[in-house]
Antibody, heavy 124, light 108 residues
Framework: QLPLQESGPGLVEPSETLSLTCTVS??????????WGWIRQPPGKGLEWVGT???????YYNPSLKSRVTISVDTSKNQFSLKLSSVTAADTAVYYC????????????????WGQGTKVTVSS | SYVLTQPPSVSVAPGQTARITCGGN??????VNWYQEKPGQAPVLVVY???DRPSGIPERFSGSNSGNTATLSISRVEAGDEADYHC???????????FGTGTKVTVL
């Protein structure tokens, strides 16, 4: 069983809401040492951070997506979820969930555990 | 917003050293991470905080960062190193994690 596993529809219609869930195995999502994030990669493009949640529910999002993104956590199921509203073809991408931690002494986090990614296509 | 520029591709013969650059304005003042991505697999953190290696990553992977360029070096390249490599920083001016454009490493 993979430590992080994304699940959700592979096809979403334009203007609808994309919903994905990440199931975490082998480590508690309630650990105070880690944050849990979503990253996506559109076809032929680089990686783009979508947003992050801490187990108590605090979130921060990519400013360019903030108005459409909601990330939530369910500690009882060891899962966290992504909702992206009003999707367009530009939201077509492989979506990854990942764990990250704050690097001591540095203003950066390292994403040290990733899911394999799930492809989401926005099309009617 | 902050932009990280990588060469689209780097080719290297087995046993040689591959060097992948990541350019950004004064990137030397930031902490840089590097990720390896193979088709159909989860990305893997290979270098963090410019030059540290997570446990399990071979010493052949090393990083440096100065001025406007960060560099990931892979020495004694093997066929299994063929992958896409991405650099990443935190941009405090726009409050976001930023990834580079990605570099495809081909082992000849």
């Amino acid at each position: 069983q993979l430590p992080l596993q994304e699940s959700g529809p592979g096809l979403v219609e334009p203007s609808e809401t994309l919903s994905l869930t990440c199931t975490v195995s082998g480590v508690s999502i309630s650990s105070s040492s880690f944050y849990w994030g979503w990253i996506r990669q559109p076809p032929g493009k680089g990686l783009e951070w979508v947003g992050t949640i801490f187990y108590i529910g605090s979130t921060y999002y990519n400013p360019s997506l903030k108005s459409r993104v909601t990330i939530s956590v369910d500690t009882s199921k060891n899962q966290f979820s992504l909702k992206l509203s009003s999707v367009t073809a530009a939201d077509t991408a492989v979506y990854y969930c990942a764990r990250h931690f704050s690097i001591v002494g540095a203003t950066n986090d390292a994403f040290d555990m990733w899911g394999q990614g799930t492809k989401v296509t926005v099309s009617s | 917003s902050y932009v990280l520029t990588q060469p689209p591709s780097v080719s290297v013969a087995p046993g040689q050293t591959a060097r992948i650059t990541c350019g950004g304005n004064n990137i030397g003042s930031k902490s840089v991470n590097w990720y390896q991505e193979k088709p159909g697999q989860a990305p893997v953190l290979v270098v963090y905080d410019d030059s540290d290696r997570p446990s399990g990553i071979p010493e052949r992977f090393s990083g440096s960062n100065s001025g406007n360029t960060a560099t990931l070096s892979i020495s004694r390249v093997e066929a299994g190193d063929e992958a896409d490599y991405h650099c990443q920083v935190w941009d405090s001016s726009s409050d976001r994690y930023v990834f580079g454009t990605g570099t495809k490493v081909t082992v000849l």
